[in-house]
């Protein structure tokens, strides 16, 4: 006896039986039939080995060699199955050339079978996707469609809605697109708004006579030294006494401009008669030295060398910064010539400022006229911009060796004082740095050109970017006349002058904080992310109905018909088909060692046929069933 897993096939005698066993692979038992005696060799011929003892004729006709009985037989065969790309393709194990043809018939009309298959199923997908679409619609919330698409085709009231709803939906997508283009443009408001508070920081304060020179201190040295600049032609008499010589003139050092203006300057000793901050005294010692185009200045209130900021409790005349000042226009210089250092007024220019920020008084600054007592209300503004898109603002850091902190003056004087460095070697008087100070040659010459140049045309030279934050300090100007008729007389004995010298030369400017609260103007974006997608939605909801869940829907339906579709027609259909084959020839070997043929034969009428196609596409009942039942 072989073991069943041997390729071979063995006809034994069984013990206490008088059958014969065909013993093989799959060890499958079929129950003999009485009617062997009706088999002719010929057909029985090819179910058997060749290596049996014994023909099929002598199975018809036993010989008397074989002790055979005129038994039935019980016969055991084993059966193979191949699936591969077409599933339900079966050889049995002996390799029979009939069961061969009729599967190259059965794939034949496989395929047209499968060809018909296809184009009913995607007939079937044509009308399964337009049911989809129906039943998609009436279970989507996006409004209206459930009226549009409807099954039984598109009639008058479906066309209706149609229009309707196509007249909504591009309502909506014009009110989307309005609201993006607004978006895009990038809007901005600025909003005011007062905070008051409990005390102030008082601003600096910086004034400069508008005469840069003094008369007395003017030598001739000095005179044919700055004649450049005060338009005074060679050989030209001056007209004017002029003082003796200096000790810088026997020094042996080269003339230096700014150690010039800042022995020859009007003094803050000589010009401050008065000074009261906040009801107190002040003097000379609250006031910081600064040098700018008209010389040198003096600002008060600096925070510089380590002094405190002053600050302030109340607003209102009385609370703030009172000086008189002598102006001293006797000392006033001559006008020879119209040159940018000569001045036709008389007076001091006034610049407010915060102390991040050094002053530009010649551009910046108000003037403050002789016989008046001028009062100046102020109020710090805090200005806060966006940056770009929505503003110009950047918030930059100063790249600079002369300033600390960034602020449009600071990067004008910087960028002035590189330019002339680069144009003419030198600098002017109020300009930071380490380069030489121009002669007044090079005044006349090239740096004032240079300069008028720079603003009128070269201005991509310097560009100074607005800061996101600044502090800047709005400005009421009033004025009264001084002296009156009733003080001249007083004012002159006080001060030891003339009552004409006190209302030429006597001025009063008083500084103040309005009330005690500060304005801030800040930019605010007009339009967010937050409130374009509030109008969509407020639009998609009014015109067609929907939300962003809605929107969701469709894309899920979207997504789930393009996949169904490539999944149609690509690499899923594949696998479909292969899935499917291996699960029919499973089930076909369980249903086989189930399957009883001879038993549905014998429960059948005679002549009647019966399905016997158990393994998919397999022929019907075939030579080897009618043999053995």
Same mark, same amino acid.
């Given at each position: ?5 041997? /390729? ?36 029985? =011929?090819?179910?058997? /080995?060749?290596? *049996? ?15 055979? %009985?005129?038994? %039935? ?7 193979? !199955?191949?699936? +591969? ?58 409004? &209206? ?10 009639? /008058? ?8 709803? =196509? ?24 909003? *005011? ?61 080269? !003339? ?61 005349? +009385?609370? &703030? ?22 001045? !036709? ?107 008028? !140049? ?71 974006? =007009? ?17 067609? +109905?929907?939300?962003? *869940? ?19 027609? &690509? ?29 549905? *034969?014998?429960?059948?009428?005679? +002549? ?22």
């Amino acid at each position: 006896m072989f073991p069943p897993s041997s /390729p071979s096939t063995i006809l034994t005698k069984g013990s206490g039986t008088d059958s014969w066993t065909a013993l093989g692979h799959g060890w499958l038992a079929l129950p003999a039939s009485p009617g062997l005696g009706i088999l002719s060799p010929s057909l029985l =011929a090819p179910l058997l /080995p060749s290596f *049996l003892p014994f023909s099929p004729r002598d199975i018809i006709s036993p010989s008397p060699s074989i002790d055979l %009985p005129k038994m %039935p037989i019980q016969i055991f065969c084993s059966l193979s !199955f191949s699936s +591969g790309e077409d599933p339900g393709a079966v050889r049995d194990s002996w390799g029979s050339n009939q069961q061969q043809q009729e599967g190259s018939e059965s794939e034949s009309e496989e395929e047209e079978e499968e060809e018909e298959e296809e184009e009913r199923e995607a007939k079937e997908e044509e009308e399964g996707l337009a049911m989809d679409l129906v039943a998609f619609a009436n279970s989507c919330t996006l409004h &209206g469609a459930s009226h549009v698409f409807v099954s039984g085709g598109l009639g /008058p009231r479906q066309a209706l809605w149609a229009v309707a709803f =196509a007249l909504a939906l591009g309502t909506f997508l014009y009110q989307v697109g309005d609201r993006v283009t607004y978006y895009r443009s990038y809007p901005h408001v600025t909003l *005011l708004d007062e905070v008051s508070t409990s005390e102030l920081a008082f601003p600096a304060v910086t004034f400069c006579n508008t005469n840069a020179v003094r008369l007395s201190q003017l030598s001739y040295p000095d005179l044919l030294y700055l004649a450049p600049l005060l338009g005074l032609e060679d050989g030209e008499d001056p007209g004017v006494p002029l003082a003796p010589p200096g000790p810088d003139a026997f020094s042996g050092e080269p !003339f230096n401009l700014h150690r010039f203006y800042n022995r020859s300057c009007h003094r803050l000793e000589d010009m401050l008669l008065y000074c009261s901050y906040r009801g107190g005294p002040c003097g000379p010692h609250n006031f910081s030295v600064v040098f700018t185009r008209y010389g040198k200045c003096y600002t008060f209130n600096a925070g510089q060398d380590g002094r405190p900021l002053l600050k302030t409790m109340k607003g209102g005349t +009385g609370n &703030g910064l009172e000086i008189m000042l002598d102006i001293q226009q006797d000392e006033y210089l001559p006008v020879w010539g119209e040159t940018d250092e000569t001045s !036709f007024e008389a007076g001091i220019k006034v610049q407010i400022h915060s102390q991040e920020e050094p002053p530009f008084i010649d551009q910046l600054g108000f003037g403050v006229a002789p016989g008046f007592q001028t009062f100046v209300a102020c109020q710090e503004q805090r200005l806060i911009y966006l940056p770009p898109p929505w503003g110009t603002c950047k918030a930059v850091t100063m790249d600079s060796d002369f300033f600390d902190s960034y602020s449009i003056t600071a990067c004008r004087i910087d960028c002035e004082t590189r330019y002339l460095v680069e144009n003419c070697n030198c600098r002017m008087v109020h300009m930071p740095g380490d380069a030489p100070y121009c002669t007044p040659e090079q005044y006349k010459e090239c740096a004032d050109p240079a300069l008028d !140049f720079l603003v009128e045309k070269d201005q991509d030279y310097c560009v100074c970017e607005m800061p996101c934050n600044l502090t800047r300090y709005g400005k009421e100007l009033s004025m009264v006349k001084i002296p009156s008729k009733a003080s001249a007389k007083y004012l002159a004995k006080k001060f030891n002058k003339s009552e004409q010298y006190i209302g030429e030369n006597i001025l009063v400017l008083d500084i103040f904080f309005e009330v005690l609260n500060y304005e801030t103007i800040e930019q605010k974006k =007009a339009y967010e992310i937050a409130g374009l997608l509030g109008d969509i939605g407020g639009q998609m909801g009014l015109f067609i +109905g929907a939300s962003i *869940l809605t929107v969701l829907e469709l894309f899920d339906y979207a997504y789930e018909v393009i996949k169904h579709k490539l999944c149609r027609r &690509g690499r899923c259909q594949k696998e479909s088909k292969r899935n499917s084959a291996d699960k029919g020839v499973a089930l076909s070997l369980d249903d086989v060692k189930r399957h009883n043929p001879c038993e549905s *034969l014998r429960g059948h009428p005679a +002549g009647m046929t019966y399905a016997a196609n158990i393994l998919p596409h397999h022929p019907t009942r075939g030579t080897f069933e009618d043999f053995t039942c």
